[in-house]
């Protein structure tokens, strides 16, 4: 039962549809509400290419177990699978696996696999394909962190017969299951596994309703239809092959740019849809609109606890209290994202809230201050101890922040200045801005991070997580390191007790949100917008990537 001050988070649906059979609810531009579905009754029509422009960062990799991160998700969706998936309601549901056992202790795992799937190089499905590919991601040679992390406890596998995988754990884990929904952990052709990671990064092999025909850097990623496609996940709303012929999968950094070409009609789908847009679009009678907002963690600042200033928990809260994020988010998001005050997205139903702790009052972030020893102000009126200004080092990656986004931390910027702290943003490439974190070259950082479920919490706040995974990156941005919460966690991820387990996720977010570690901003957000041609389109209920198995054009 909550506790006084504490409110649960409300969960939204975890996907969007649009099409007749479709399974879950639609958001569409076009008068229609949350909640209300977007059916129609003409019949599915095969053929034809539909072309998607992505505002991510083109991956320097297609396959996903490389790194591992959401612009792989994004396209490796369209042709790569996952042992099991999520439906509408968060339940784990089937799809190359079709069932699956757990003996009482936790600590063992068996699999049976599909019938009949092969990769689309012709090698079958079985049960030495899913070690491959477990071993593939444990490599420290791949370079994984999202599958690497994912897997940390599995520390065995055996082929029980050609049909059925069992996984050995050294503990148990509640949310294994979760972890091999996602995207970062598709199972590949083992015989693709062994080439090298140049080919295999160029056009990874699955089992999926597409295969990569090329790809021209810079450029596009041509995608054409598995003819011979047998494993559509238990929610799909046909069988057999996809219906589009092809998917043409383009890169338009810009914006505006993406929106003129759907509005042009030279694409069918485009993401990273910014607030103005949607705000266009709403007026428009051809264009339909899929919230589709990721699980796990919120978008989030995380303040770096491992060095000064933000060593100090009271000057942690100054610079929360120093930061107006409800009037920015109000003003710059137009009405496409929401305040968030949890470190989970409002899609989890475990998530935690607590607006008491992070409402903007510049008085109280003074006395902190004060309190803590940074009383004097310096010629430009900034705060300083000791002679030394109160700066905060604040790199900001252009791939993964919005414009709107980017804004907002002006916002934060200027509002924090008035209460003394020198905020220092930094616009970098995605690569520079992996060197700063890596090189602990920040004090400050906005760093987007997705796992299914509330065990995302022990991949960010663990204390383990400070340490790089093979590919270097490690995901305890704000360098947590709390013995209680590193057991509650571990007690979270191991029992399958569904109260207990709420109980103590409840009390790890309380520890984190109390040590002002975060500042919550709102959800991860997926806005997608679509040509009315299109229909069937839907975002997956796992990582809420688009998927255009069940997709067609309307000519």
């Given at each position: 039962?909550?506790?006084?001050?504490?409110?649960?988070?409300?969960?939204?649906?975890?996907?969007?549809?649009?099409?007749?059979?479709?399974?879950?609810?639609?958001?569409?531009?076009?008068?229609?509400?949350?909640?209300?579905?977007?059916?129609?009754?003409?019949?599915?029509?095969?053929?034809?290419?539909?072309?998607?422009?992505?505002?991510?960062?083109?991956?320097?990799?297609?396959?996903?177990?490389?790194?591992?991160?959401?612009?792989?998700?994004?396209?490796?969706?369209?042709?790569?699978?996952?042992?099991?998936?999520?439906?509408?309601?968060?339940?784990?549901?089937?799809?190359?696996?079709?069932?699956?056992?757990?003996?009482?202790?936790g600590l063992t795992w068996e699999f049976t696999l599909?019938?009949?799937?092969?990769?689309?190089?012709?090698?079958?499905?079985?049960?030495?394909?899913?070690?491959?590919?477990?071993?593939?991601?444990?490599?420290?040679?791949?370079?994984?962190?999202?599958?690497?992390?994912?897997?940390?406890?599995?520390?065995?596998?055996?082929?029980?017969?050609?049909?059925?995988?069992?996984?050995?754990?050294?503990?148990?884990?509640?949310?294994?299951?979760?972890?091999?929904?996602?995207?970062?952990?598709?199972?590949?052709?083992?015989?693709?596994?062994?080439?090298?990671?140049?080919?295999?990064?160029?056009?990874?092999?699955?089992?999926?309703?597409?295969?990569?025909?090329?790809?021209?850097?810079?450029?596009?990623?041509?995608?054409?239809?598995?003819?011979?496609?047998?494993?559509?996940?238990?929610?799909?709303?046909?069988?057999?092959?996809?219906?589009?012929?092809?998917?043409?999968?383009?890169?338009?950094?810009?914006?505006?740019?993406?929106?003129?070409?759907?509005?042009?009609?030279?694409?069918?789908?485009?993401?990273?849809?910014?607030?103005?847009?949607?705000?266009?679009?709403?007026?428009?009678?051809?264009?339909?609109?899929?919230?589709?907002?990721?699980?796990?963690?919120?978008?989030?600042?995380?303040?770096?606890?491992?060095?000064?200033?933000?060593?100090?928990?009271?000057?942690?809260?100054?610079?929360?209290?120093?930061?107006?994020?409800?009037?920015?988010?109000?003003?710059?998001?137009?009405?496409?994202?929401?305040?968030?005050?949890?470190?989970?997205?409002?899609?989890?139903?475990?998530?935690?809230?607590?607006?008491?702790?992070?409402e903007y009052d510049p008085d109280a972030a003074a006395?902190?201050?004060?309190?803590?020893?940074?009383?004097?102000?310096?010629?430009?009126?900034?705060?300083?101890?000791?002679?030394?200004?109160?700066?905060?080092?604040?790199?900001?990656?252009?791939?993964?922040?919005?414009?709107?986004?980017?804004?907002?931390?002006?916002?934060?910027?200027?509002?924090?200045?008035?209460?003394?702290?020198?905020?220092?943003?930094?616009?970098?490439?995605?690569?520079?801005?992996?060197?700063?974190?890596?090189?602990?070259?920040?004090?400050?950082?906005?760093?987007?991070?997705?796992?299914?479920?509330?065990?995302?919490?022990?991949?960010?706040?663990?204390?383990?997580?400070?340490?790089?995974?093979?590919?270097?990156?490690?995901?305890?941005?704000?360098?947590?390191?709390?013995?209680?919460?590193?057991?509650?966690?571990?007690?979270?991820?191991?029992?399958?007790?569904?109260?207990?387990?709420?109980?103590?996720?409840?009390?790890?977010?309380?520890?984190?949100?109390?040590?002002?570690?975060?500042?919550?901003?709102?959800?991860?957000?997926?806005?997608?917008?679509?040509?009315?041609?299109?229909?069937?389109?839907?975002?997956?209920?796992?990582?809420?990537?688009?998927?255009?198995?069940?997709?067609?054009?309307?000519?």
């Amino acid at each position: 039962m909550p506790r006084p001050g504490i409110v649960r988070s409300t969960p939204r649906p975890l996907t969007v549809a649009l099409a007749a059979g479709a399974v879950a609810l639609g958001l569409a531009l076009t008068g229609c509400t949350a909640g209300s579905s977007v059916t129609g009754n003409d019949t599915p029509q095969k053929g034809g290419t539909l072309t998607y422009a992505s505002g991510d960062a083109e991956p320097t990799c297609l396959d996903p177990h490389v790194g591992g991160n959401y612009p792989q998700a994004l396209v490796s969706s369209q042709f790569l699978e996952s042992l099991v998936s999520l439906d509408s309601d968060g339940t784990v549901i089937p799809w190359l696996a079709d069932s699956w056992t757990v003996s009482d202790d936790g600590l063992t795992w068996e699999f049976t696999l599909r019938d009949g799937v092969s990769f689309t190089d012709g090698t079958p499905l079985d049960a030495a394909a899913v070690q491959a590919n477990i071993a593939h991601l444990q490599d420290p040679a791949t370079g994984s962190s999202t599958g690497y992390l994912a897997l940390a406890k599995v520390t065995g596998t055996e082929a029980v017969s050609d049909s059925v995988v069992r996984l050995t754990l050294s503990q148990p884990d509640s949310a294994l299951l979760e972890s091999l929904s996602q995207p970062w952990l598709a199972i590949e052709s083992a015989t693709a596994l062994e080439r090298s990671q140049d080919e295999n990064c160029a056009a990874p092999v699955g089992t999926g309703p597409f295969v990569v025909e090329s790809w021209a850097k810079q450029n596009a990623i041509t995608l054409v239809r598995n003819d011979d496609y047998t494993s559509p996940p238990a929610d799909a709303a046909h069988e057999g092959a996809a219906y589009l012929e092809s998917i043409t999968w383009r890169f338009i950094p810009d914006s505006a740019s993406r929106y003129a070409a759907l509005q042009a009609g030279e694409v069918d789908v485009i993401d990273n849809a910014q607030p103005d847009t949607i705000a266009q679009a709403s007026s428009s009678d051809s264009i339909v609109h899929l919230d589709a907002p990721r699980p796990g963690a919120s978008n989030r600042i995380e303040l770096n606890s491992g060095k000064a200033p933000f060593d100090d928990v009271a000057v942690r809260e100054a610079f929360i209290r120093s930061t107006d994020v409800d009037a920015a988010v109000s003003s710059l998001f137009q009405g496409s994202a929401e305040r968030s005050y949890s470190a989970l997205s409002s899609v989890e139903p475990l998530g935690v809230s607590r607006p008491d702790l992070f409402e903007y009052d510049p008085d109280a972030a003074a006395d902190l201050l004060d309190a803590a020893g940074w009383a004097e102000k310096d010629s430009e009126g900034y705060r300083t101890k000791d002679g030394v200004r109160l700066t905060v080092v604040f790199p900001v990656s252009t791939n993964q922040s919005i414009p709107a986004e980017q804004s907002l931390f002006e916002q934060i910027q200027a509002t924090a200045k008035e209460t003394g702290f020198d905020v220092q943003l930094t616009k970098l490439d995605l690569s520079s801005w992996y060197t700063a974190l890596g090189s602990n070259a920040y004090d400050a950082v906005s760093a987007p991070y997705t796992k299914v479920g509330p065990d995302v919490l022990r991949i960010l706040f663990d204390s383990s997580a400070i340490q790089p995974a093979p590919s270097g990156y490690f995901a305890n941005h704000a360098q947590v390191n709390d013995p209680e919460l590193d057991s509650l966690l571990a007690q979270a991820n191991a029992t399958n007790d569904a109260d207990t387990r709420a109980a103590l996720y409840a009390d790890a977010q309380d520890i984190v949100l109390e040590g002002y570690y975060i500042l919550p901003l709102y959800d991860q957000q997926n806005h997608f917008l679509l040509g009315s041609a299109v229909q069937g389109a839907r975002a997956l209920p796992t990582v809420s990537t688009p998927a255009f198995y069940d997709a067609w054009l309307k000519r």
